[in-house]
């Protein structure tokens, strides 16, 4: 039967537009009659390119929808042997983090320099999101938040004067 290496993507590839080439390497004492990418447990492409003994195949797949997924390759021989690798799991997330900042509020003024900085993060694939408070252009936190939670991170001893505030989430 047919011996497959699955290259790339590896387990736990983490893709950030949904195009992906999927490459493998396929040997055999006999002839390839197809190989076969399996996405999510499903056919998806038979042969787009030629299967050379021995040698990397690439498979490409555009347009992939945001989440996690699993792939493999199916191989069959000219003497209808088959194989199959293990499933690997990969995962394409298309969007970043939607912030909303709750408080301070715009153009707020406070008489006191130990302020409290509220703000939600919501993803659709990651529930524990890094991220940083950036005041006046420096991090000043960098911490994890849980996504769709109200977080708070205080500052203590802010000076007097205009602030501009912002938090990055990925």
């Known amino acids: 039967p047919p011996t497959i290496t699955l290259g ?30 399996i996405l999510d447990d499903v056919f998806n492409t038979t ?17 992939l929808g945001e989440g996690n997924h699993n792939w493999t390759i199916n191989c069959t021989d000219t003497g209808a042997f088959t194989s199959e690798p293990a499933k690997r799991d990969f995962t394409v997330d298309l969007y ?30 990651d529930s524990t999101l890094n991220c940083n408070l950036t005041i006046n252009s420096q991090d000043v936190q960098t911490f994890t938040a849980t996504s769709g939670d109200i977080t708070n991170r205080e500052v203590l001893n802010l000076t007097d004067g205009l602030k501009y505030w912002n938090i990055t989430c990925y």
Do not use: H, K, M, R
């Not at 590896?10 to 076969?36: K, R």
């Not at 787009?48 to 690439?58: A, D, F, H, I, S």
């Open 96 to 125: 970043y983090p939607d912030i909303e900042l709750n408080l301070p509020s715009n153009n707020q003024v406070l008489n006191y320099s130990n302020v409290s900085f509220n703000f939600t993060a919501n993803d659709s694939i």
């Open 47 to 63: 042969n787009q390119t030629e299967v050379n003994n021995g040698l990397n195949t690439t498979i490409n797949v555009t347009n």
């Open 8 to 37: 790339w993507p590896d387990a736990g590839y983490l893709d950030i537009d949904g195009n992906i080439s999927f490459i493998f390497n396929a040997t055999d004492d006999i002839e390839f009659q197809n190989c076969s990418l």
